[in-house]
């Protein structure tokens, strides 16, 4: 792939960031990315509500604040009412004003498998991007969500799953990581990422990639679902999770005794999950306590950066 050799553009693909981003002058930067997803679940508006959390997030893993969002529809010309349509659509708006962006339009396409999400831009003082790349020896890494909802919403679309464990689930698809970003602010972040479809082990090799360092997880410390384990040891799986591990398990060491299932959870793809963010130590205490008190509850400290010759991660108990 060709890439631009414009100075304006201060994020590109080169590194896989989260977003690209665009400087337009010495204050402001245009953040931009685009993402859509099949359905989560039967409810159209919990679907919708969902993948316009998904696509925002993107924005606030780079730490910035988005301004407009466009819709994006691949809709089915038959099998679905108008009305489900809407509420999808419903949905994604609600998130997008909870946001503080403008819906601007989109564009709809028919496609015989429904799928939504929306483009969106954010801003960004160019000085103070967020990229993936930045983790320093010795920073502490924060995770703001659990992980395990690409197991959990198999066995919901399977009706293998209690309507409590999907309700909590939702909860925390639903919510932005607006709070999130808002509250990392005012810390020393050095990187950052949003945890989504490659799984916590594939977005956390791609910071270790970036930066040239190994990132060393405490494995009972990442906050997770309860019933995650058990529902992979009931064979609830998804079509991504395997590429996930063929892509992270080489570089990664496990230094205890885990099961298979309990290292199949960190190769979950994840639908809207949390920001992992590496942090200066002497700043982890003090953001995980802010965290928490901004609503962020579920926010752990799970590990460390350590130097190293080769990009890779290490699990211990």
């Not at 988005?66 to 038959?78: D, G, H, L, R, S």
């Not at 998130?95 to 601007?104: D, H, M, R, S, V």
């Amino acid at each position: 792939m060709q890439h631009t050799t414009d100075p304006r553009l201060l994020v590109g693909v080169e590194a896989g960031d989260d977003a690209g981003v665009f400087k337009l002058s010495d204050e402001i930067a245009l953040i931009q990315t685009v993402d859509y997803i099949t359905p989560i679940s039967d409810d159209p508006y919990e679907f919708g509500r969902v993948a316009a959390a998904n696509s925002l997030s993107d924005v606030y893993a780079m730490g910035g604040d988005p301004i407009t969002v466009m819709n994006i529809c691949a809709f089915p010309e038959k099998g679905i009412e108008m009305e489900d349509l809407g509420q999808i659509l419903q949905g994604g708006l609600d998130a997008a004003t909870e946001a503080g962006a403008a819906l601007a339009g989109g564009h709809t396409v028919i496609d015989e498998d429904l799928k939504y999400g929306l483009a969106v831009t954010g801003t960004i003082h160019p000085d103070k991007i967020w990229r993936n790349s930045g983790a320093k020896p010795g920073d502490a890494l924060i995770l703001t969500k659990p992980i395990g909802t690409g197991t959990t919403l198999t066995a919901h679309r399977k009706g293998k799953l209690d309507p409590e464990s999907y309700a909590a689930t939702y909860k925390q698809m639903s919510t932005l990581n607006k709070q999130a970003c808002e509250t990392a602010r005012a810390f020393s972040i050095h990187a950052a990422t949003d945890i989504t479809g490659f799984g916590l082990a594939g977005h956390a090799l791609g910071m270790a990639k970036g930066a040239g360092v190994r990132m060393r997880f405490r494995y009972e410390s990442i906050p997770r679902y309860p019933w995650a384990v058990e529902l992979i040891r009931k064979g609830m799986g998804t079509k991504s999770t395997a590429p996930n591990a063929e892509y992270a398990e080489p570089h990664m060491e496990f230094l205890d005794s885990f099961t298979k299932e309990e290292r199949t959870l960190l190769f979950d793809p994840q639908t809207s999950g949390g920001l992992l963010l590496s942090v200066h130590p002497e700043d982890a205490d003090g953001l995980l306590a802010a965290l928490v008190k901004s609503g962020c509850t579920e926010s752990a400290i799970v590990g460390d950066v350590e130097a190293s010759d080769t990009p890779s991660i290490t699990v211990a108990r």
